[in-house]
């Protein structure tokens, strides 16, 4: 079973950035196609980011690419996510997910595991 904690989230004003992190436990993240999803305030939950096993693929929703960017150290077992250029519409709560399913990648359903979400909110 693998624990998922996320933690950088906070309030950050537009054009602002904020750098997130997943610790993986209970199983190496090495192991693991890792990503994050965000769920804004009466919206359904969205794929946002995902980095293969070793990190030499990633891929990104259209709305964040060229500000966002998805990393990891597998010795730390940890995935990061870079923000840049923050806009309000970013404003969401964030989840860091593994444990891939081999489902079609952006799906919810691609991922065994989930954290309990970071809070990132964009003041215009």
């Known amino acids: 079973q693998v624990q998922l904690v996320e933690s950088g989230g906070g309030f950050v004003q537009t054009g602002g950035s904020l750098r997130l992190s997943c610790a993986a436990s209970g199983g190496a993240s090495g192991g693991n196609v890792m990503g994050w999803f965000r769920q804004a305030p009466g919206k359904e939950r969205e794929f946002v980011t995902t980095?293969?096993?070793?990190?030499?693929?990633?891929y990104y929703t259209n709305s964040v690419k060229g500000r966002f960017t998805i990393s990891r150290d597998n010795a730390k077992n940890t995935v990061y996510l870079q923000m840049n250029d923050l806009q309000p519409e970013d404003t969401a709560v964030y989840y860091c997910?593994?444990?891939?399913?081999?489902?079609?990648?952006?799906?919810?359903?691609?991922?065994?595991?989930w954290g309990q979400g970071t809070q990132v909110t964009v003041s215009s």
């Open positions: 997910v593994a444990g891939y399913t081999g489902a079609y990648y952006a799906s919810q359903t691609a991922y065994n595991y």
């Open positions: 980095i293969s096993k070793g990190g030499g693929s990633s």
